[in-house]
Protein backbone atom coordinates (compact mmCIF):
# COMPACT_ATOMS: atom_id res chain seq x y z
CA UNK A 1 0.00 0.00 0.00
CA UNK A 2 2.88 2.20 0.74
CA UNK A 3 4.24 1.95 -2.64
CA UNK A 4 1.31 2.58 -4.36
CA UNK A 5 0.99 5.89 -2.49
CA UNK A 6 4.16 6.93 -3.18
CA UNK A 7 3.46 6.30 -6.88
CA UNK A 8 0.64 8.20 -7.06
CA UNK A 9 2.03 11.16 -5.09
CA UNK A 10 4.58 11.04 -7.63
CA UNK A 11 2.65 11.15 -10.85
CA UNK A 12 0.61 14.21 -9.37
CA UNK A 13 3.54 15.93 -8.51
CA UNK A 14 4.78 14.80 -11.73
CA UNK A 15 1.41 15.84 -13.48
CA UNK A 16 1.41 19.49 -11.70
CA UNK A 17 4.75 20.23 -13.13
CA UNK A 18 3.97 19.25 -16.46
CA UNK A 19 1.30 21.32 -16.06
CA UNK A 20 3.11 24.15 -15.30
CA UNK A 21 5.58 24.27 -17.95
CA UNK A 22 3.32 24.12 -20.22
CA UNK A 23 1.79 26.62 -18.51
CA UNK A 24 4.04 28.87 -18.85
CA UNK A 25 5.32 27.66 -22.39
CA UNK A 26 2.06 28.16 -24.13
CA UNK A 27 0.43 31.05 -22.11
CA UNK A 28 -2.84 31.00 -19.87
CA UNK A 29 -5.19 30.09 -23.17
CA UNK A 30 -5.70 33.87 -23.59
CA UNK A 31 -4.62 34.31 -27.48
CA UNK A 32 -4.03 38.22 -27.42
CA UNK A 33 -4.76 40.82 -24.90
CA UNK A 34 -8.10 42.58 -24.57
CA UNK A 35 -8.70 45.67 -26.95
CA UNK A 36 -9.15 48.82 -24.95
CA UNK A 37 -12.79 49.64 -24.01
CA UNK A 38 -12.45 53.09 -25.84
CA UNK A 39 -10.60 52.43 -28.95
CA UNK A 40 -11.45 50.48 -32.12
CA UNK A 41 -8.68 47.98 -33.53
CA UNK A 42 -8.81 49.68 -36.99
CA UNK A 43 -10.19 52.67 -39.12
CA UNK A 44 -12.85 52.23 -41.87
CA UNK A 45 -14.29 55.44 -43.29
CA UNK A 46 -17.99 55.71 -41.48
CA UNK A 47 -19.32 57.93 -44.13
CA UNK A 48 -18.14 56.21 -47.51
CA UNK A 49 -18.41 52.60 -48.92
CA UNK A 50 -14.49 50.82 -47.98
CA UNK A 51 -12.25 50.68 -51.02
CA UNK A 52 -9.51 49.03 -51.75
CA UNK A 53 -6.96 51.45 -50.72
CA UNK A 54 -9.28 52.00 -46.98
CA UNK A 55 -8.09 48.10 -46.35
CA UNK A 56 -4.64 48.33 -47.83
CA UNK A 57 -3.93 51.29 -45.23
CA UNK A 58 -5.21 49.20 -42.76
CA UNK A 59 -2.47 48.08 -40.10
CA UNK A 60 -3.61 45.85 -37.37
CA UNK A 61 -1.43 45.77 -33.75
CA UNK A 62 0.59 43.04 -33.18
CA UNK A 63 1.02 40.91 -29.87
CA UNK A 64 3.00 38.58 -28.65
CA UNK A 65 2.13 35.72 -30.15
CA UNK A 66 -0.85 37.52 -32.08
CA UNK A 67 -1.47 36.82 -35.45
CA UNK A 68 0.10 34.97 -38.76
CA UNK A 69 1.55 38.69 -40.90
CA UNK A 70 1.78 37.12 -44.08
CA UNK A 71 -1.50 35.26 -44.21
CA UNK A 72 -3.74 38.58 -42.61
CA UNK A 73 -1.68 40.60 -45.15
CA UNK A 74 -2.69 38.28 -47.96
CA UNK A 75 -6.32 38.55 -46.57
CA UNK A 76 -6.62 41.96 -46.51
CA UNK A 77 -4.84 42.19 -50.42
CA UNK A 78 -7.51 39.80 -51.60
CA UNK A 79 -10.36 41.87 -50.21
CA UNK A 80 -8.87 44.85 -51.06
CA UNK A 81 -8.50 43.66 -54.82
CA UNK A 82 -12.21 42.49 -54.63
CA UNK A 83 -13.10 45.93 -53.13
CA UNK A 84 -11.40 47.27 -56.60
CA UNK A 85 -13.38 44.87 -58.84
CA UNK A 86 -16.70 45.58 -57.33
CA UNK A 87 -16.06 49.70 -57.72
CA UNK A 88 -14.83 48.98 -61.23
CA UNK A 89 -18.25 46.79 -61.80
CA UNK A 90 -20.53 49.31 -60.58
CA UNK A 91 -18.69 52.04 -62.25
CA UNK A 92 -19.33 50.38 -65.67
CA UNK A 93 -22.55 49.34 -64.87
CA UNK A 94 -23.60 52.73 -63.90
CA UNK A 95 -22.49 54.10 -67.28
CA UNK A 96 -24.00 51.76 -69.14
CA UNK A 97 -27.37 52.39 -67.28
CA UNK A 98 -26.78 56.25 -68.06
CA UNK A 99 -25.98 54.96 -71.79
CA UNK A 100 -29.70 53.67 -71.89
CA UNK A 101 -31.28 55.95 -70.54
CA UNK A 102 -33.92 58.17 -72.46
CA UNK A 103 -32.17 61.55 -73.50
CA UNK A 104 -35.79 62.97 -73.28
CA UNK A 105 -36.49 64.83 -69.92
CA UNK A 106 -40.17 63.80 -70.10
CA UNK A 107 -41.52 61.18 -67.96
CA UNK A 108 -42.68 58.26 -69.66
CA UNK A 109 -46.82 58.16 -70.94
CA UNK A 110 -49.06 55.20 -69.09
CA UNK A 111 -50.90 53.71 -71.92
CA UNK A 112 -54.51 54.23 -71.85
CA UNK A 113 -56.49 51.07 -70.61
CA UNK A 114 -60.00 50.37 -72.49
CA UNK A 115 -62.75 48.51 -70.89
CA UNK A 116 -61.29 44.93 -71.45
CA UNK A 117 -57.93 46.51 -69.33
CA UNK A 118 -55.59 46.01 -72.37
CA UNK A 119 -53.77 49.14 -73.72
CA UNK A 120 -55.87 51.14 -76.59
CA UNK A 121 -53.53 51.24 -79.48
Same mark, same amino acid.
Given at each position: ?? *??????????????????????????????? %? =? %? %??? *? &???? %???? &???????? =??????????????????????????????????????? $?????? &? $? *??????? &???????????
Amino acid at each position: MG *TFLVFFLGLVMFSVLLFLVASFAFGRGEEMA %P =A %P %PDS *T &PVEL %PDDR &PVSGDDVR =AVRLSVALRGYRMREVDWVLEQLAGALDDRDRELAQLRG $AADDSA &P $A *TDSAPVA &PAYGEAGRADA
